[in-house]
């Protein structure tokens, strides 16, 4: 989508070494958050910041940490990485409903396929 | 806390044929309400939304209604066609929620048939 770009699109990773996943958004919305997607689970949040240096954990934060030190990157790192944490990686960015209610949502970005070998 | 629960799928239907997802939520708040779409190899498009009770948000043919009464916010097309094949995704995002975060059903993939 316009606005959210993920990077790497694809990446495989050797169990227990670290990956860093990149969002980047061009919208100057205050919210970004991390999800990740797997087969019987929907989307699950792993951790969302509410502002630069601002975040704060979700569901499924364990295993992970993120940074934002400016508004339009938020990124998501395991530290060591692990075969559970093979999955699809979303990040997703939203205003805030009072400021333009009509405009109000949630764009996602492409999505990170990771897969921890 | 907040969640959503919507139908199991898989539905498989044929063309031309009525489309009912149901979706149902708690919340501790004055939730709005979403309904993603999810196209093979793709991400999550928003497809309508409805921000407070009793709004209709609209699509693509696609329709939900907030309803507060019954705590549900049904997806409904009148004539689903072999493009609508996708998982479909009911969402809430709570105003008691601090992270402002959208908490998601588990899914329903919807599959179509000429």
């Known amino acids: 989508d316009a606005g959210i770009t993920q990077s790497p699109r694809h990446k495989v990773t050797e169990t227990g070494t670290p990956v860093t996943l990149r969002c980047h958004q061009t919208?100057?919305?205050?919210?970004m958050y991390w999800y990740r997607q797997d087969p019987g689970h929907g989307l699950r949040l792993i951790h969302y910041?509410?502002?630069?240096?601002?975040?704060d954990k979700g569901e499924v934060s364990d295993g992970y940490s993120v940074s934002r030190s400016k508004t339009e990157d938020f990124l998501l790192t395991l530290e060591s990485a692990t075969s559970s944490q093979t999955s699809v990686y979303f990040c997703?960015?939203?205003?805030?409903?009072?400021?333009?209610?009509?405009?109000?949502?949630?764009?996602f970005g492409s999505g990170t396929r990771l897969t921890v070998v | 806390g907040d969640s959503v629960t919507q139908m199991e799928g898989p539905v498989t239907l044929s063309e031309e044929a009525f489309l009912t997802i149901n979706c149902t939520y708690t919340a501790t708040g004055y939730p709005s309400l979403f309904w993603y779409v999810q196209y093979p190899g793709e991400g999550l498009q928003l497809l309508l939304k409805a921000t407070k009770a009793d709004d209709k948000g609209s699509n693509k043919g696609f329709e939900a209604t907030y309803r507060k009464e019954t705590t549900s916010f049904h997806l409904e097309k009148g004539s689903v066609q072999v493009s609508d094949s996708a998982v479909y995704f009911c969402a809430l995002s709570d105003t008691n929620n601090a992270g402002n975060m959208l908490t998601f059903g588990g899914g329903t993939r919807l599959m179509v048939k000429p």
């Open positions: 910041s509410y502002g630069v240096k601002d975040t």
């Open positions: 997703a960015i939203s205003g805030e409903v009072y400021r333009s209610p009509s405009n109000y949502g949630y764009t």
């Open positions: 919208e100057n919305h205050r919210y």
